[in-house]
């Protein structure tokens, strides 16, 4: 069982960076698929990043691409999220996921394992 915990959330202006960590404990956690998705008020839960378990394969939604850069350091059983240029319209709930098996299509329904979240809110 892995149990993942997010943190590095935050208050920030329009344009600002943040970099969000997520620590994980239990399992094999480097041998785990990971991701970062975010949850708009009112809005589904999306993806935004995904990461291999080597860390050599990535993937990122349009919006945030040559943005946002995602990471692992699987000595520390953690992955990150380094945003940069945030805009208020990104202000969200961000959750780290895991899964054992390759996700096809980085819906939410892939990921078997999730942190509680944490809050960014990027003022105007």
């Known amino acids: 069982q892995v149990r993942l915990v997010e943190s590095g959330g935050g208050l920030v202006q329009a344009g600002a960076s943040l970099r969000l960590s997520c620590t994980a404990s239990g399992g094999s956690f480097s041998s785990y698929h990971a991701a970062w998705f975010r949850q708009r008020p009112g809005q589904e839960r999306e993806i935004v990043a995904a990461?291999?378990?080597?860390?050599?394969?990535?993937f990122y939604i349009g919006d945030v691409r040559g943005r946002f850069t995602i990471s692992r350091d699987n000595g520390q059983n953690a992955i990150y999220l380094q945003m940069n240029k945030l805009e208020p319209w990104e202000s969200a709930v961000y959750y780290c996921?895991?899964?054992?098996?390759?996700?096809?299509?980085?819906?939410?329904?892939?990921?078997?394992?999730w942190g509680q979240g944490t809050h960014v809110t990027v003022s105007s």
């Open positions: 990461i291999d378990w080597s860390g050599s394969e990535t």
């Open positions: 996921a895991a899964v054992s098996i390759p996700p096809r299509h980085h819906q939410t329904y892939e990921y078997n394992y």
